[in-house]
């Protein structure tokens, strides 16, 4: 229903294929920075419900949903210390206030924060109108590529220009892409984006 929610204000997309799709990815950064699995589990658990608060509201929804996490995973008797992790996680995501306070915390973030595509545009969206759906209307493929070696995140862009200029994007996202590097520094890495495989930072 946060889904439903969201939609009814306009947002795009934060349903079950982007809670999915979060922890997926939280997921496998962990895994490819070669952090146990117990870590880049907790990961992928926090991806998934970091969003849940927007049933409740969507302002300041990553302290509701940590709050509504806490309940699950008290009544699941996860161990406290796990327990912490999740909920940092899932209460620091968002920009205006988060701030990436470990491993688990920072992959959730990137993953998030990485997930701009055209499939988040609703039916009834108008991307001439609003910039948030023409941007993300005009990106065609997204990929947040891990290198180990290099320390480097680099998110991979794929924008279809003669929808929404590379310009747009970074109008509506630069305060994202700023809390990116920062997680990624939590995590000993460099973040790096790249629009139609040209470096633009």
Same mark, same amino acid.
């Given at each position: 229903m946060?889904?439903?929610?969201?939609?009814?204000?306009g947002?795009t997309e /934060?349903?079950?294929?982007?809670?999915?799709?979060?922890?997926?990815?939280?997921f496998?950064?962990?895994? /490819?920075l070669?952090?146990?699995?117990?870590?880049?589990e907790?990961?992928?658990?926090a991806g998934?419900?970091?969003?849940?608060?927007n049933?409740?509201?969507?302002?300041? /929804?990553?302290q509701t949903?940590?709050?509504?996490?806490?309940?699950?995973?008290?009544?699941l008797?996860?161990?406290?210390?796990?327990?912490?992790?999740?909920?940092s996680?899932?209460?620091n995501h968002?920009?205006?206030?988060?701030?990436?306070?470990?491993p688990?915390g920072?992959?959730?973030?990137l993953?998030?924060?990485?997930d701009?595509?055209r499939?988040r545009?609703?039916?009834?969206?108008?991307?001439e109108?609003?910039?948030?759906?023409?941007v993300?209307?005009?990106?065609?493929?997204?990929f947040?590529?891990v290198?180990?070696?290099?320390?480097?995140? #680099?998110?991979?862009? #794929?924008?279809?220009?003669?929808?929404?200029?590379?310009?747009e994007?970074?109008?509506?996202?630069?305060e994202?892409?700023?809390?990116c590097?920062?997680?990624a520094? #939590?995590?000993?890495?460099?973040?790096?984006?790249?629009?139609?495989?040209?470096?633009?930072?």
């Open positions: 946060a889904d439903e929610f969201l939609g009814a204000q947002f /934060h349903g079950f294929r982007h809670a999915n799709l979060v922890g997926h990815i939280a496998n950064v962990l895994v /490819h070669g952090h146990e699995p117990r870590i880049a907790l990961g992928a658990v998934y419900l970091h969003d849940i608060g049933v409740v509201s969507r302002a300041y /929804h990553g949903s940590a709050m509504l996490a806490y309940d699950l995973l008290k009544e008797e996860v161990d406290p210390r796990d327990m912490a992790y999740v909920l996680a899932v209460g968002e920009e205006q206030y988060g701030v990436a306070v470990s688990i920072a992959a959730v973030i993953a998030d924060k990485s701009v595509h499939s545009v609703r039916k009834d969206a108008s991307i109108m609003d910039i948030h759906d023409r993300n209307y005009a990106v065609q493929a997204s947040l590529r290198d180990p070696e290099a320390r480097t995140l #680099t998110l991979e862009l #794929t924008i279809d220009t003669a929808i929404s200029q590379v310009l994007y970074f109008e509506i996202f630069l994202r892409m700023i809390m590097r920062r997680a520094r #939590t995590l000993g890495c460099d973040f790096k984006i790249t629009v139609n495989d040209v470096p633009v930072l």
